[in-house]
């Protein structure tokens, strides 16, 4: 595993640097909106990534082909890291969870409707796998998916859809065959956003970002958009869950965190005394200081082990989502506890401490160890799949 970039990685870090000096803009970018900073909802936002289409730098991994460049994933992994530590849209959900879906298991229609629009940043997908009492457990969800003519009609509840409010096509899962183990009678579907029978209603997070619940009332869905093969929906849906744990929480931000407190520690005085000479506050940030950096090498790791595998590495995936979310509450909760009752301040409140970036945070990070499986899902893939523990021990 190589620990230090090369030239060509180090030049391409320099051109996505001076891109995103040259397109700086509160509108696009805004590092207080934490990882939720990755989605494409405005439409300058949305302008953005067809800039960065421009570039040619979405699909870098994907096969030329089909519009990519046969590149490396230490590219797609740099860009997304620059393109978080300041805030922007990340690549997203089509290029990485879509796109390299239908590039794997598509048919020719969905590959050549839905391709060329990802790459050049026209399409906003949204994804459909939890369910009330399916939140983590993607292999429980009970949308109804049931045959009819030429095609399928949908019924059912999806919950916590991020994107749904603003995406164009929705990428979600539903069971074709409720006598099948649960593993196996699920299959993916993509449906338009503005289909008659889809209602979307507003669910807020607790860190004050919108989600959604969505609602199936006999939704039509030709057969012709139904994704890879009948019933095995859950195991294409395992392998994209292995990217989006990786892409979407990255490593970027939780260092700019971690840095946001060391600066405080250093230039705070509390009773007379400077906080960086309490032994206490030293041993607690210099833990996490060691920690991120395991972090950010987990990250590495985990696309040192893509690139030489093949195939996106589920244990590493699991390794690093479950390290860096943990390690990201970790570091708000010691915010939290060094700023002291101050760090309760919303964001933007006049003279909170750090402009009031800890109170976003700390609710921020409770949500980020759930999405794309909960802390507990990773601990169990890694027992069972790492470790070779029983199922049910």
């Not at 990685?9 to 640097?17: A, P």
């Not at 805030?87 to 290029?95: E, L, N, Q, R, S």
């Not at 399928?152 to 859809?161: A, R, Y």
């Not at 979307?200 to 039509?220: C, I, L, Q, S």
């Given at each position: 595993m190589?620990?230090?970039?090369?030239?060509e990685?180090?030049?391409?870090?320099?051109?996505?640097?001076?891109f995103?000096?040259?397109?700086?803009?509160r509108?696009?970018?805004?590092?207080?909106?934490?990882?939720?900073?990755?989605?494409?909802?405005?439409?300058?936002?949305?302008?953005?990534?067809?800039?960065?289409?421009?570039?040619?730098?979405?699909?870098?991994?994907?096969?030329?082909?089909?519009?990519?460049?046969?590149?490396?994933?230490?590219?797609?992994?740099?860009?997304?890291?620059?393109?978080?530590?300041v805030?922007?849209?990340?690549?997203?959900?089509?290029?990485g969870?879509?796109?390299?879906?239908?590039?794997n298991?598509g048919s020719?229609?969905?590959?050549?409707?839905?391709?060329?629009?990802?790459?050049?940043?026209?399409?906003e997908?949204a994804?459909?796998?939890?369910?009330?009492?399916?939140?983590?457990?993607?292999?429980?969800?009970?949308?109804?998916?049931?045959?009819s003519?030429e095609g399928?009609?949908?019924?059912?509840?999806?919950?916590?859809?991020t994107?749904?409010?603003?995406?164009?096509?929705?990428?979600?899962?539903?069971?074709?065959?409720?006598?099948?183990?649960k593993?196996?009678?699920?299959?993916?579907?993509?449906?338009?956003?503005?289909?008659?029978?889809?209602?979307?209603?507003?669910?807020?997070?607790?860190?004050?970002?919108?989600?959604?619940?969505?609602?199936?009332?006999?939704?039509?869905?030709?057969?012709?958009y139904?994704?890879?093969?009948?019933?095995?929906?859950?195991?294409?849906?395992?392998?994209?869950l292995?990217?989006e744990?990786?892409?979407?929480?990255t490593?970027?931000?939780?260092?700019?965190?971690?840095e946001?407190?060391?600066d405080?520690?250093?230039?705070?005085?509390?009773?007379?005394?400077?906080?960086?000479?309490?032994?206490?506050?030293?041993?607690?940030?210099?833990?996490?200081?060691?920690?991120?950096?395991?972090?950010?090498?987990?990250?590495v790791?985990?696309i040192?082990?893509?690139?030489?595998?093949?195939k996106?590495?589920?244990?590493?995936?699991?390794?690093?989502?479950?390290?860096?979310?943990?390690?990201?509450?970790?570091?708000?909760?010691?915010?939290?506890?060094?700023?002291?009752?101050?760090?309760?301040?919303?964001?933007?409140?006049?003279?909170?401490p750090?402009?009031g970036?800890?109170?976003?945070?700390?609710?921020?990070?409770?949500i980020?160890?759930?999405?794309?499986?909960?802390?507990?899902?990773?601990k169990?893939?890694i027992?069972r799949?790492?470790?070779?523990?029983?199922?049910?021990f």
């Open positions: 190589e620990f230090e970039f090369s030239a990685e180090r030049e391409f870090i320099r051109q996505v640097d001076q995103l000096k040259e397109n700086e803009s509108d696009v970018m805004d590092v207080s909106r934490e990882n939720m900073a990755q989605v494409c909802d405005t439409p300058e936002r949305r302008a953005f990534m067809k800039k960065i289409a421009a570039r040619g730098w979405l699909g870098i991994t994907w096969p030329r082909e089909h519009g990519g460049q046969d590149g490396s994933g230490i590219y797609e992994y740099l860009l997304n890291e620059m393109l978080s530590a805030g922007a849209p990340g690549i997203g959900k089509g290029v969870i879509v796109g390299k879906t239908l590039i298991v020719e229609k969905l590959k050549q409707e839905f391709l060329p629009k990802i790459l050049n940043a026209e399409i997908f994804v459909g796998y939890s369910e009330p009492g399916a939140g983590s457990d993607s292999a429980a969800m009970r949308l109804k998916a049931e045959r003519g399928w009609v949908l019924s059912g509840q999806k919950i916590f859809t994107s749904a409010h603003f995406a164009d096509w929705y990428w979600v899962g539903a069971r074709t065959d409720p006598t099948r183990p593993h196996n009678g699920i299959t993916l579907f993509l449906v338009p956003m503005n289909h008659p029978g889809l209602t979307v209603h507003a669910m807020y997070t607790m860190g004050g970002e919108r989600t959604n619940g969505v609602f199936f009332d006999d939704v039509y869905v030709p057969d012709e139904r994704v890879g093969e009948l019933n095995r929906g859950f195991q294409y849906i395992a392998e994209a292995d990217i744990r990786f892409t979407l929480f490593f970027s931000p939780i260092r700019a965190r971690m946001l407190l060391a405080y520690v250093k230039r705070t005085t509390r009773d007379g005394k400077p906080l960086r000479e309490d032994p206490v506050i030293r041993q607690r940030i210099a833990q996490l200081a060691t920690e991120c950096e395991v972090g950010r090498l987990l990250g790791k985990f040192s082990a893509a690139m030489q595998g093949g996106t590495p589920t244990v590493e995936a699991s390794c690093y989502k479950l390290y860096a979310t943990e390690l990201s509450l970790r570091i708000a909760n010691a915010t939290m506890d060094i700023v002291g009752p101050g760090a309760q301040l919303a964001l933007d409140t006049e003279d909170a750090l402009r970036r800890p109170e976003r945070c700390y609710t921020y990070t409770v980020d160890t759930i999405g794309g499986g909960s802390s507990e899902v990773q169990n893939i027992a799949r790492h470790l070779g523990l029983p199922k049910n």
